[in-house]
């Protein structure tokens, strides 16, 4: 890219941030204009900013929002991470707490780990830019060692309250640390099964929540599983999170669809089409106002959750993306 092209890319990245910190001050609106708020950003599978780069030409749009994932012991933001906000993106970050250190929620409370929090407070600080963290994403979940639950069993978990706890000694610390750049994202899943946590029973308060996230799939039909719609998955823990905190922004943190068209994981579904989930999803979002970020989980793990895994859902992205772009220009 040449000297010029980078930095009209940069200037249009620039106007994407702007527009970002416009959502982020709105917490609702009329039901017409909740599209055109709507940041967008992705995970790609890597955090090289070249990999988002060329993910933003396949999407014909620069991507506000560049998400990423650290472990325990991880100080961030990297290198990698602060040349991704150099390039003009707001950085969404889950990080692991779970059991690689021996971590339970009581640990956190009791000081054990303060050494560790000390250096990321610092390294946040030092940052200075605004930056959205989600610990324990997918806390609800029955599938991570650091669930939430009444007995307190899992390994890298403990009981209701003592997340609570956890989660509130947590951003008291960072914030008696003058890291008062981060804002906390509040992160269930949409999975509301029987073995899955009530997000009510671990709502640390919106005094410590800045944002209310989500990740939910559709895994496509196989044994047990079947084609759900994006209202199908994410309707009811919507609704759970905005009646905990209705001043809050929604984020959807992760999202993707299996290839219909592919044996992915999941068998070939010829009555479906990645392209009508992907208009139905923005069907259901007119109707969303507290949403105000999507972030396409954009990898081929599980299932090819790529938006370039079909053809006509890439397209039908592109237009959307596109049109909110239009909306947000003439507003």
Known sequence: MNRLA?????????????????????????????????????????????ALDKFEQSLGSHVAIASSFRGWGDLFPDTVQQEQAAAGHTLLVAWDLGDTAGTRFSTFYNGDHDAYLAREASAATSFGATFYVRPWAEMNADWVPFQPTASGKETAGGTYAQFVRAWRYLVTFFRSHGANNVRWVFNPTTDTYAETTPVNRIWPGARYVDVLGLDGYNWGTGGVLQWRSFADIYRTQYGRLVALAPSLPVWVCEFGSKAANESDGAVRDPMHSKSAWLSGMFSWLSGADHVRALVMFNVRKERDWRIQSSPAALRTMRLQVRSAAARVATA
């Open 6 to 50: 980078r930095r009209s890319a940069s200037l249009l990245l620039l106007a994407a941030l702007a527009v970002l910190a416009t959502l982020l001050a709105t917490t609702s609106g009329a039901a017409a204009s909740t599209r055109a708020q709507i940041a967008w950003g992705a995970y790609v599978g890597t955090d090289s900013p070249g």
